[in-house]
């Protein structure tokens, strides 16, 4: 294990910038890089425990998360905190599990992508009592009272819905989520306000209830068909729930996009690659990440709490599974 001094004459700069590095304190980017690179090449892991007990700060972040997300990753590294990863596998249980073990490091802060179980808020709300700041990324509850980052799927929503009505759709069914999921209440919501903006009735036996991954759509689809007149598309909430839906299809002797027209939400991986891609909006990952990172930082430094908003607009993709209609 290299010694401060060897450290220093091996990157080029002094003892005291190695010091400030060890110590999390403030060091040029550059030079931040360069030391990094060295410990990297040699090895060098520096007890955190023991940094920690001095500083009273862990330079670590939670990032408690349903799956692996890259961008926020790389933003917590490129600011000069480590991460410690925790993944909920979408089980509230396994979250407040997760979250008790980094409330008991402790972590400077957490970022949470909650589960889409109504528990999570729950969960949520047990974080607003304790020390560290955190920020809800991508999933949040309104009535937590921390700040958080998310699409706007209220208004994509109308976007998918409105590009669905100018092909020529006028009867359109929603495959939506549990109402305790505020992010599919903002889909539905979207999904009514293109509707009535276009001056087409919103009829209630057109919306139907579904888990989130999709897993119980086949007596929706079913029921969609039996409607009269049937509906020439549909909109689902999320990709995991089209997805399901498209591979339903074929049994029912339905085709997409000749027989009905089908958009998701959220580009998930496999959406692009159906044997008909799914049309679908995109979320700004990359941005939210940036933002959901500067937002905790910001917390962290000032050491306080406080509550903003960010939404952004994601980013409508269209692609074959939304034809006009066979009729237009």
Known sequence: MPTQEEIARAV?????????????????????????????????????????????????????VPEVIGALQKEIRDRGYNLLLCVSEE????????????????VDGIIISPTSFPESEQNCRMLEGEKPPFVMFDRYFPSVRASYVTTDS??????????LIDLGHRRIAHVGGPPSNYFANGILRGYKSALRKNGLPVEERSIFTVSMDGSDCLPALRAILELEPRPSAIQAVNDPVAVALFKE??????????DLALVGFSDSGTSALLEVPL??????????????????IEQIEAKSKFRRVKRFPGELLIRRSSAAPASS
């Open 249 to 258: 299809a074929p049994g029912l002797g339905i085709r997409i996009p000749a």
């Open 91 to 106: 089980d509230p249980v396994q979250e407040k599990t997760e979250l008790n073990l980094l409330l008991s490091i402790p």
């Open 279 to 296: 049309t679908t909006v995109r979320e700004p990952t990359s941005l939210m990440a940036r933002t959901a990172v500067e937002l905790l």
């Open 154 to 163: 209220f208004r994509a929503s109308e976007a998918l819905v409105q590009h």
């Open 12 to 64: 080029g700069v002094s003892r005291m910038t190695v010091y400030r590095y060890l110590k999390g304190k403030n060091v040029t980017k550059n030079t931040r890089r360069k030391i990094e690179r060295f410990l990297q090449r040699v090895e060098y892991r520096p007890n955190l425990t023991a940094r920690s007990l001095v500083l009273r700060q862990t330079r670590l972040i939670g990032l408690l």
